[in-house]
């Protein structure tokens, strides 16, 4: 299994393959420049664990990167990592099918957090899971529902939770693929059938 980042950026390039080889020293990191450089990469070093990617790399145009990556391996976490400000480019590329969405400005310390929690490597919120239907979910699982269901935003979750908002990101991320589905209208379209909403 390998880690691949992509990004035309050797900087950014060399210190994001470097947080991962930090977090993951067993893992190959692969570092390419160009996107036309992934399918013969990935014959080269195998089967991938995780993508880390620019927004705007040469030859692609918006998303569809992300898109064609996504189809590919749909159930390999993607993590877009892009100087543009969250807001529609983050909309953009998280219906494109990535996971997460980092602005390269986000601290060192926190794109780690947000790796390791990609990569299952933080301590789960498995505190006393609860079956629902065929899945189970964590009481934090459980928790976050409810203050969907509430309305409240990342940031009021974040805030309510004393965690930071990609943190919030990293659970709904986790929750999301644990009983398959992509918003937060699925989510809770998924919680009133299971009965885990009082209306």
């Given at each position: ?25 067993s ?142 990101k ?28 009082m209306?």
């Open positions: 299994m390998s880690l691949y980042v992509i990004d035309d950026h050797p900087l950014v390039r060399q210190a994001l393959a470097m947080l991962l080889r930090r977090i993951k020293p893992a190959k990191v692969v570092e390419l420049e160009k996107y036309s450089e992934l399918k013969p990469a990935l014959i080269k070093h195998g089967e991938p664990e995780l993508f880390v990617l620019d927004l705007l790399l040469p030859g692609v145009r918006g998303a569809s990167g992300i898109h064609e990556v996504k189809s590919m391996y749909p159930d390999v976490p993607l993590i877009v990592v892009s100087a543009m400000p969250s807001g529609e480019a983050r909309d953009a590329c998280l219906e494109a099918g990535a996971d997460m969405y980092l602005e390269k400005s986000t601290d060192s310390a926190e794109i780690s957090q947000v790796f390791q929690d990609m990569l299952g490597l933080s301590s789960p919120d498995d505190d006393g899971e609860i079956p629902v239907g065929e899945v189970k979910l964590s009481k934090r699982q459980k928790q976050l529902i409810l203050m969907l269901d509430r309305g409240l935003s990342n940031r009021d979750i974040a805030a309510e939770l004393n965690i930071s908002e990609h943190t919030v990293v659970h709904l991320w986790r929750l999301f693929r644990r009983i398959g589905v992509k918003s937060r209208t699925q989510t809770l379209h998924y919680a009133r059938s299971h009965g885990l909403l209306s």
